[in-house]
């Protein structure tokens, strides 16, 4: 392939990598085709992850090393003195960052990857860490921080789903059973075994239900919701050991009956499962 031009040979190798990282075409026939149009042995066998490779930080330039460690250097400094800003300030300096970070990570998606993951990461975290210190320290009740983390976790999912993120989708799902999980602690006082299966359960399968349907067309988050719903199967008896007086060899006893139980119902039904996540 040494007949094409340059910035050609670097758009058809942009677009192989993409097709390896979105798992167009499997890995083998990719890594095939990146060998034919890359010259560079060295760049042949570095084949890096997920668009970050030991080649490309090697070829970065002194203006991006500088940019990359002077804006992490700038963000601690601010962290460290973040409490002593006036509430106005404060507020503005988490909004910007936080928009920052997700347009980066929005922008890189499809060249940096892992880059990308960590700008949405970083924008997530000082979403709902930041806003629920700034209403914290204003006296906010304990109804309009869950209110709030639960909003952070719905654009947590609104993310991962529009980036193609499953694990940001996941994490939000977690961060809503968290909260319910605190909603409980606070309004269902000593509930019966009956009562906290039937707090979980129900909902549960509605969410394998609805990844059952989605999984045709989107297979991620059809996979993000069956992670869930086999999640919530297992979690009365864990918030039962946490929260309750139920004797924990009971409870052990019900959450080994629930595993073997999952076992049973994932090898017969193997064959329409792994359609969702392979």
């Not at 034919?36 to 042949?44: G, H, K, S």
């Not at 067309?217 to 069956?226: C, K, M």
Request: one cysteine or more.
């Amino acid at each position: 392939m040494n007949g094409l031009e340059p910035e050609r040979r670097k758009l058809i190798i942009r677009e192989i990598r993409e097709w390896r990282s979105s798992r167009l075409l499997p890995e083998q026939y990719c890594d095939f085709l990146l060998n034919l149009y890359q010259d560079d042995p060295e760049e042949r066998n570095d084949r890096g992850w997920h668009g970050l490779s030991p080649a490309a930080i090697r070829k970065g330039s002194l203006r991006s090393w500088l940019s990359f460690f002077g804006t992490v250097g700038i963000i601690c400094l601010i962290a460290f003195n973040f409490n002593s800003f006036p509430l106005p300030l404060q507020i503005a300096a988490v909004s910007f960052f936080v928009i920052v970070c997700y347009g980066f990570g929005i922008r890189l998606r499809n060249r940096l990857p892992v880059l990308s993951c960590i700008c949405m990461a970083a924008a997530s975290l000082l979403l709902l860490a930041g806003g629920v210190n700034l209403l914290g320290s204003a006296g906010a009740a304990e109804t309009v921080l869950s209110a709030y983390a639960a909003a952070c976790a719905v654009i947590w999912m609104v993310a991962g789903l529009s980036a193609r993120l499953p694990l940001f989708h996941f994490a939000g799902w977690i961060l809503l059973l968290v909260i319910y999980a605190s909603m409980l602690n606070r309004y269902l006082l000593h509930p019966d075994w009956i009562e906290l299966e039937m707090a979980w359960i129900p909902g549960g399968i509605l969410l394998i239900w609805v990844g059952w349907l989605l999984h045709r067309h989107h297979r991620s988050a059809a996979s993000v919701l069956l992670a869930i719903g086999a999640l919530i199967w297992f979690i009365p008896e864990v918030y039962g050991y946490v929260n309750s007086d139920f004797p924990k060899e009971a409870l052990q006893l019900l959450w080994l009956g629930k595993w073997a139980a999952a076992a049973i119902i994932l090898y017969m039904f193997r064959k329409k499962w792994t359609d969702w996540i392979v």
